[in-house]
């Protein structure tokens, strides 16, 4: 465990944004010469970039298991932890060559030691690899007590993380905020969070650690760039992908690391949360609330450790010894197999490579072929071939198998024709987006073969094209992932419009003014998702043709239902039309009618019976769409309404002011003074400022809001009691109106009082008139004395005497003279009757609880 250099270490420690990664990359570009090493390929291939743009192509190199590209002059190497070319240390053919002193070298994700399949990796690195003027390690801050045990002279350097993360609770899907990343731990996850995103929100980015370096920058760039606002990954996007990520939702907070599903820890909690907010722009993370209301939840203590970067301590890393010996197969497999003498550091449960190792050794013909140290060490690093397609020990084992063999006979090289053979196979752009992945993963096997320089003749032309062939199918792979998660046009419409039996060459076309056509024979129209038959086109094989139509419109339901998902919000519309439920159209039909909801504003959508046919997946995208669309208009259209009803709730508001608005947002923002004359009596100078400034209109009979009183809001709020009451759609006042005859029915009277009308015996006033008119007469008046005022404010608002006369009563005046007068005299507007206290033990009493203690107060109207 002896490091190469007793020059002293630094350890720089702490959360994610913190610029550890880029101090590192700015020391190393200090000396000169310098190597870091990363736990991903991405990751290298990220920083690879960022110093060529530094130093210049021909002074940097990229190692990784796959790609190698040094130049003769290379003076910084940007490599995978595995890759490092350490001296003294057994390494993969081709690159221990490569070994030698760098001035600075530097150490990614130190923490990772931690890990069971990889740990020991990270470990030896930790121990053994030290530069010539300059060591350092970066990692959490959890890795402190390792590095005070095991690297007892090194500097700890810690680094506060350039802006806050904050927990923000479970979001639903449709709900999420642009800039968002959605963290999904298995591919099958990752595409239906795609898939539902794309209906939604037009689209998501996909990136996953199988992804080639080429499909993920693609995909990277695409959400860089704008073209779509959400980005659906794997925790490879923990490590060091750095995005402009607002927003972190976990989709599961478990995963299956190889051996077993499991909650992850606090620290990979963090490491990917901390993806949120990069440099000084503060970030948030939290759950994603799936259907039915279940999410993945947080722990408090999880939630306050992320938020103040303060995790477990590390009590342990894996260690498997760097430089076994090859002396025989046994003492090969023994030291790999030795356990450590230092406490902390724990034996690496058994890696792939070893598995494979062990099995290999049991064979007779392998046994006979590996001996002495150089075919031992062959032998070794073929079992390093990693198993990219994640076939497990056994399949992954009989390929080793195979490539020892060659590797031991002969030129001690793999046939050129099997090679070429397996690359002809894999070399392919046809298929889905999982095909194109598994093709990949299958070319990195060969890439990762093709970068050994004695295994093949002409290793270099073998080098060149694998990277080619990985570049055509991460071209490929990226196009798909395109279509299938951001394009609104869906591979499966073409698929699924293929029927069963004779059918099959019959194609179903829907044109733009929605004429259905089979085998060009017009047998109807799709209006907005209801098909209706065309009488006229029925003929004797309309029958047949009907039943093709019918099954295969449902492709075309669905393609509407993503339309719809991803539609700009001036293609909805709220229908009201008299006597009909009040309904939600996209593009000029009914798609859902509202229904009695939580809340006056919080209507039920129930979709029209004509999307029934849907998936549950689609049927759930509408439903969030109009959902969305909806809650926006009510917001635009009721925003005094809306700011009611949050200053009710607000504990800091006044309780008498309080005590207003509750009751006038729960009439929709009209309401009979009397009804709360007590709240109104209660309220001093500043609550009555505070309402005036919330758009409440204290009037003399009346208090409401003068916005409301428009049209549209007007629209809108007896569209929402009809909703609430699962009523049909009344009839609204005409646009502008200020006075009309009151209507006979009840329903609409009630519906008029609702718009804003105050009733006067035969005819309505709209109670903003009602209030010019009231001003009109006390300006009028002197004191108690009658006086006669100008009818002609009245007439000019098509007031009749009578109608007038119901008026000036409601204000508190009265005719001055008996009979019906011009004259009036004020009054004052008469008190409620207090009701006289029944005495405690009156039998009698009792009875005057069986009877309202108050009439209704709208006899005026």
Request: proline content about 5%.
């Given at each position: 465990?002896?490091?190469?250099?007793?020059?002293?270490?630094?350890?720089?420690?702490?959360?994610?944004?913190?610029?550890?990664?880029?101090?590192?990359?700015?020391?190393?570009?200090?000396?000169?010469?310098?190597?870091?090493?990363?736990?991903?390929?991405?990751?290298?291939?990220?920083?690879?970039?960022?110093?060529?743009?530094?130093?210049?192509?021909?002074?940097?190199?990229?190692?990784?298991?796959?790609?190698?590209?040094?130049?003769?002059?290379?003076?910084?190497?940007?490599?995978?932890?595995?890759?490092m070319p350490l001296s003294g240390g057994l390494l993969p053919?081709?690159?221990?060559?490569?070994?030698?002193?760098?001035?600075?070298?530097?150490?990614?994700?130190?923490?990772?030691?931690?890990?069971?399949?990889?740990?020991?990796?990270?470990?030896?690195?930790?121990?053994?690899?030290?530069?010539?003027?300059?060591?350092?390690?970066?990692?959490?801050?959890?890795?402190?007590?390792?590095?005070?045990?095991?690297?007892?002279?090194?500097?700890?350097?810690?680094?506060?993380?350039?802006?806050?993360?904050?927990?923000?609770?479970?979001?639903?899907?449709?709900?999420?905020?642009?800039?968002?990343?959605?963290?999904?731990?298995?591919?099958?996850?990752?595409?239906?969070v795609a898939e539902m995103l794309r209906r939604l929100r037009?689209?998501?980015?996909?990136?996953?650690?199988?992804?080639?370096?080429?499909?993920?920058?693609?995909?990277?760039?695409?959400?860089?760039?704008?073209?779509?606002?959400?980005?659906?990954?794997?925790?490879?996007?923990?490590?060091?992908?750095?995005?402009?990520?607002?927003?972190?939702?976990?989709?599961?907070?478990?995963?299956?690391?190889?051996?077993?599903?499991?909650?992850?820890?606090?620290?990979?909690?963090?490491?990917?949360?901390?993806?949120?907010?990069?440099?000084?722009?503060?970030?948030?993370?939290?759950?994603?609330?799936?259907?039915?209301?279940?999410?993945?939840?947080?722990?408090?203590?999880?939630?306050?450790?992320?938020?103040?970067?303060?995790?477990?301590?590390?009590?342990?890393?894996?260690?498997?010894?760097?430089?076994?010996?090859?002396?025989?197969?046994?003492?090969?497999?023994?030291?790999?197999?030795?356990?450590?003498?230092?406490?902390?550091?724990?034996?690496?449960?058994?890696?792939?490579?070893?598995?494979?190792?062990?099995?290999?050794?049991?064979?007779?013909?392998?046994?006979?072929?590996?001996?002495?140290?150089?075919?031992?060490?062959?032998?070794?690093?073929?079992?390093?071939?990693?198993?990219?397609?994640?076939?497990?020990?056994?399949?992954?084992?009989?390929?080793?198998?195979?490539?020892?063999?060659?590797?031991?006979?002969?030129?001690?090289?793999?046939?050129?024709?099997?090679?070429?053979?397996?690359?002809?196979?894999?070399?392919?752009?046809?298929?889905?987006?999982?095909?194109?992945?598994?093709?990949?993963?299958?070319?990195?096997?060969?890439?990762?073969?093709?970068?050994?320089?004695?295994?093949?003749?002409?290793?270099?032309?073998?080098?060149?094209?694998?990277?080619?062939?990985?570049?055509?199918?991460?071209?490929?792979?990226?196009?798909?992932?395109?279509?299938?998660?951001?394009?609104?046009?869906?591979?499966?419409?073409?698929?699924?419009?293929?029927?069963?039996?004779?059918?099959?060459?019959?194609?179903?076309?829907?044109?733009?003014?929605?004429?259905v056509t089979v085998d060009g024979e017009a047998i109807g129209?799709?209006?907005?998702?209801?098909?209706?038959?065309?009488?006229?086109?029925?003929?004797?094989?309309?029958?047949?043709?009907?039943?093709?139509?019918?099954?295969?419109?449902?492709?075309?339901?669905?393609?509407?239902?993503?339309?719809?998902?991803?539609?700009?919000?001036?293609?909805?519309?709220?229908?009201?039309?008299?006597?009909?439920?009040?309904?939600?159209?996209?593009?000029?039909?009914?798609?859902?009618?509202?229904?009695?909801?939580?809340?006056?504003?919080?209507?039920?959508?129930?979709?029209?019976?004509?999307?029934?046919?849907?998936?549950?997946?689609?049927?759930?995208?509408?439903?969030?769409?109009?959902?969305?669309?909806?809650?926006?208009?009510?917001?635009?259209?009721?925003?005094?309404?809306?700011?009611?009803?949050?200053?009710?709730?607000?504990?800091?508001?006044?309780?008498?002011?309080?005590?207003?608005?509750?009751?006038?947002?729960?009439?929709?923002?009209?309401?009979?003074?009397?009804?709360?004359?007590?709240?109104?009596?209660?309220?001093?100078?500043?609550?009555?400022?505070?309402?005036?400034?919330?758009?409440?209109?204290?009037?003399?009979?009346?208090?409401?809001?003068?916005?409301?009183?428009?049209?549209?809001?007007?629209?809108?709020?007896?569209?929402?009691?009809?909703?609430?009451?699962?009523?049909?759609?009344?009839?609204?006042?005409?646009?502008?109106?200020?006075?009309?005859?009151?209507?006979?029915?009840?329903?609409?009277?009630?519906?008029?009082?609702?718009?804003?009308?105050?009733?006067?015996?035969?005819?309505?006033?709209?109670?903003?008139?009602?209030?010019?008119?009231?001003?009109?007469?006390?300006?009028?008046?002197?004191?108690?004395?009658?006086?006669?005022?100008?009818?002609?404010?009245?007439?000019?608002?098509?007031?009749?005497?009578?109608?007038?006369?119901?008026?000036?009563?409601?204000?508190?005046?009265?005719?001055?003279?008996?009979?019906?007068?011009?004259?009036?005299?004020?009054?004052?507007?008469?008190?409620?009757?207090?009701?006289?206290?029944?005495?405690?033990?009156?039998?009698?009493?009792?009875?005057?609880?069986?009877?309202?203690?108050?009439?209704?107060?709208?006899?005026?109207?």
């Amino acid at each position: 465990m002896a490091s190469f250099s007793a020059q002293p270490v630094v350890a720089v420690l702490g959360p994610t944004n913190t610029g550890k990664t880029h101090l590192a990359i700015e020391r190393m570009c200090g000396h000169s010469s310098g190597m870091i090493g990363f736990p991903l390929r991405l990751l290298a291939r990220e920083v690879y970039d960022r110093v060529v743009a530094i130093k210049g192509k021909e002074r940097v190199a990229l190692i990784t298991g796959e790609e190698k590209l040094l130049p003769p002059n290379a003076q910084y190497y940007l490599t995978t932890a595995e890759s490092m070319p350490l001296s003294g240390g057994l390494l993969p053919d081709g690159v221990n060559k490569d070994a030698r002193d760098f001035a600075f070298v530097a150490l990614d994700e130190a923490q990772l030691g931690t890990d069971p399949e990889r740990g020991h990796v990270f470990t030896d690195r930790l121990l053994r690899a030290r530069g010539r003027e300059e060591t350092m390690i970066l990692g959490s801050e959890a890795l402190r007590p390792m590095i005070r045990a095991l690297v007892r002279d090194a500097e700890i350097i810690g680094r506060p993380r350039f802006s806050t993360l904050t927990y923000a609770g479970a979001t639903k899907l449709s709900r999420l905020p642009p800039r968002s990343a959605i963290v999904a731990f298995s591919a099958e996850e990752v595409y239906a969070v795609a898939e539902m995103l794309r209906r939604l929100r037009g689209g998501a980015a996909v990136v996953m650690g199988a992804l080639s370096p080429r499909t993920r920058n693609a995909q990277v760039a695409m959400f860089q760039a704008g073209e779509v606002d959400y980005l659906v990954a794997t925790d490879a996007i923990g490590m060091g992908l750095n995005m402009d990520v607002s927003h972190v939702a976990f989709a599961s907070l478990r995963k299956f690391d190889g051996r077993r599903a499991r909650r992850l820890t606090i620290s990979e909690m963090a490491q990917i949360a901390g993806r949120a907010g990069r440099h000084q722009r503060d970030g948030t993370f939290g759950t994603l609330a799936l259907e039915g209301g279940s999410s993945a939840r947080f722990e408090d203590e999880e939630v306050d450790a992320i938020e103040g970067h303060v995790f477990p301590p590390i009590d342990h890393l894996y260690w498997r010894e760097g430089q076994p010996s090859l002396a025989s197969l046994d003492a090969l497999i023994a030291d790999l197999e030795r356990r450590p003498d230092h406490p902390v550091l724990r034996a690496a449960p058994q890696a792939i490579d070893l598995a494979v190792l062990k099995r290999l050794a049991d064979e007779d013909w392998v046994r006979e072929r590996a001996r002495g140290q150089r075919m031992i060490g062959r032998l070794w690093t073929a079992c390093g071939l990693p198993d990219f397609r994640k076939t497990g020990p056994e399949p992954h084992s009989r390929l080793v198998a195979r490539i020892f063999r060659h590797l031991s006979e002969g030129t001690g090289h793999l046939p050129v024709s099997w090679f070429a053979d397996e690359l002809a196979r894999l070399d392919s752009v046809q298929g889905d987006v999982e095909t194109l992945a598994d093709r990949i993963a299958g070319v990195r096997t060969w890439a990762y073969i093709a970068h050994r320089a004695d295994w093949l003749a002409d290793p270099d032309t073998w080098a060149e094209r694998t990277r080619t062939l990985e570049e055509k199918l991460s071209d490929a792979l990226h196009q798909r992932l395109t279509q299938r998660f951001v394009d609104r046009r869906t591979s499966v419409l073409m698929r699924d419009l293929g029927a069963k039996g004779g059918d099959l060459l019959l194609p179903v076309k829907v044109d733009e003014e929605g004429i259905v056509t089979v085998d060009g024979e017009a047998i109807g129209r799709l209006i907005g998702f209801r098909f209706k038959a065309d009488h006229l086109a029925r003929h004797t094989d309309m029958k047949r043709l009907m039943a093709a139509a019918e099954r295969r419109l449902g492709v075309e339901l669905a393609s509407r239902a993503r339309q719809l998902a991803a539609d700009e919000d001036g293609q909805f519309s709220l229908a009201t039309d008299v006597g009909r439920p009040v309904a939600i159209f996209w593009r000029g039909d009914v798609v859902a009618r509202l229904e009695k909801g939580r809340t006056l504003l919080t209507p039920r959508i129930r979709l029209h019976r004509a999307l029934d046919t849907l998936s549950a997946a689609d049927r759930t995208g509408v439903e969030q769409r109009l959902a969305t669309w909806l809650e926006g208009r009510i917001q635009r259209e009721l925003k005094p309404l809306a700011r009611y009803l949050e200053a009710a709730r607000d504990p800091a508001c006044p309780p008498s002011l309080r005590a207003l608005l509750s009751p006038l947002a729960e009439a929709g923002g009209i309401i009979a003074r009397d009804t709360i004359d007590s709240a109104i009596e209660h309220l001093d100078r500043e609550g009555r400022s505070r309402a005036e400034r919330l758009d409440v209109k204290l009037g003399t009979i009346d208090v409401y809001s003068p916005t409301l009183l428009k049209p549209e809001p007007t629209r809108w709020r007896i569209a929402l009691f009809a909703a609430a009451e699962d009523q049909l759609m009344p009839e609204l006042p005409v646009p502008g109106a200020v006075s009309m005859t009151t209507p006979a029915d009840r329903e609409t009277c009630e519906a008029m009082v609702r718009a804003g009308f105050r009733a006067l015996g035969a005819q309505m006033l709209r109670v903003d008139l009602v209030e010019r008119l009231a001003r009109f007469a006390h300006d009028a008046r002197s004191g108690r004395t009658p006086f006669t005022p100008d009818p002609g404010l009245a007439t000019s608002l098509g007031l009749r005497h009578p109608s007038f006369a119901q008026l000036m009563l409601a204000l508190g005046f009265r005719a001055a003279n008996a009979g019906e007068s011009d004259s009036w005299v004020w009054k004052g507007k008469r008190e409620p009757r207090k009701e006289r206290a029944h005495r405690p033990g009156n039998a009698f009493g009792a009875l005057a609880d069986l009877y309202p203690t108050t009439l209704p107060r709208n006899a005026a109207r």
